[in-house]
């Protein structure tokens, strides 16, 4: 199955002239990252923030050859109440 994805893209690629090795293709999409921040509010709720950084060009230039969107999500925040440890009466 991942032989079958790796040359769908790589095809799709080349059909728009990136010529890339997979290594290369990978190199430059690892510089997107995604960044969660956890804290604790005055609440006592545990708030998670999940938020993807800005693709570099290459990564853009990727993105629209395969029409895909240039970020899987945009920010998350989730909150949730704080349970007790098991085991702590």
């Known amino acids: 199955l991942s ?3 790796v040359n769908t893209i790589r ?4 059909q728009s002239g990136e010529n890339a090795y997979w290594t290369e293709i990978v190199r430059r999409m690892s510089t997107q990252k995604l960044v969660t921040t956890e804290a604790v509010n005055a609440l006592g709720e545990k708030v998670e923030l999940r938020q993807c950084s800005r693709p570099t060009k290459q990564a853009e ?5 395969l029409k895909m969107k240039q970020a899987p999500f945009k920010k998350i925040k989730i909150c949730r109440s ?3 440890p098991r085991g702590s009466s």
């Open 61 to 65: 230039r990727i993105y629209s050859i």
């Open 82 to 84: 704080q349970s007790p």
């Open 11 to 14: 095809f799709q690629l080349k």
């Open 3 to 5: 032989y079958w994805i």
